[in-house]
């Protein structure tokens, strides 16, 4: 698929990694939907990719809104043929915490945003993108999905965040199996340290604590390099079904 025939979603869109694909895309000529729940940012990001750009607000653990979402971004665009989670939780806590055991609710919530509205924002799109004409090799669309490194090497404290990002590459193939009947491909991206706006106000020492850690380059990622990655996975039709890590090299210590 070429990116100036691109009509996406991008979940977490207003900021970070979301932002980040979504100006990938529209400097390549595509059309973006961006479905987050900061209307504030949503609203400025807008402002700055232009009439090539939507804002939806969208609870990606509720499925009926995404439903919903969904269905005003194709209006928005005229069509949808990528789909692209990049919203998501941290969720960190101990599991065995000072104050007692971790509550149920405070995991199931994180599994909620980062597994479950990946599988919201992805089936729900793929039922749309089956009514799509057929392209080369009979695509019809893309599903891009984030999941983290810490879904191989979570650190103390990760044990939510981790088993979340861990369903997300575990749904990876057994989905892009199930949609090649229907030419839609599923890929996720599991990423390293990014420099987000989690980590702006991290304390300089901290900051430079973490891109130590980075083996080559020894610095926190670019989201515009995530965004390459997203985009070279989009026209690349042979994508289909894993998990690339982008992390130069980082292997997660247990803290």
């Known amino acids: 698929m070429e990116l100036n025939q691109v009509k996406a979603i991008v979940t977490g869109g207003a900021s970070g990694l979301g932002l980040a694909v979504a100006r990938r895309l529209v400097g390549a000529g595509a059309r973006v939907a961006l479905l987050d729940i900061a209307d504030d940012k949503g ?38 043929n990528v789909a692209v ?50 392209g080369t090799d009979g695509e019809r669309g893309v599903s891009v999905n984030t999941a983290s490194v810490a879904a191989y090497e979570g650190q103390i404290g990760q044990c939510a965040y981790s088993a979340s990002k861990g369903g997300v590459i575990g749904m990876t193939l ?49 989201p515009a390099e995530f965004a390459d990655l997203v985009a070279f996975i989009v026209t690349n039709r042979y994508m289909n079904g894993t998990t690339v890590r982008l992390d130069a090299a980082i292997r997660l210590q247990p803290k």
């Open 43 to 80: 609203a400025a990001a807008v402002a700055e990719l232009g009439a090539a750009a939507s804002y939806v607000r969208t609870d990606v653990s509720d499925e009926a809104g995404v439903l919903a979402a969904v269905e005003q971004a194709h209006a928005a665009m005229g069509g949808l």
């Open 174 to 222: 057994p989905m892009a199996r199930e949609f090649g009947r229907i030419g839609v491909r599923v890929m996720t991206v599991a990423p390293g340290l990014f420099h987000t706006p989690m980590v702006e106000g991290m304390p300089q020492a901290v900051y430079d604590s973490l891109a130590a850690q980075v083996p080559y380059p020894s610095r926190l990622g670019k």
């Open 85 to 134: 989670n990049c919203a998501g939780i941290l969720g960190s806590g101990r599991v065995l915490g000072k104050d007692g055991p971790m509550p149920l609710k405070q995991f199931e919530g994180t599994v909620r945003v980062n597994l479950v509205g990946s599988f919201n924002v992805a089936k729900a799109a793929a039922a749309r993108m089956q009514a799509n004409e057929p």
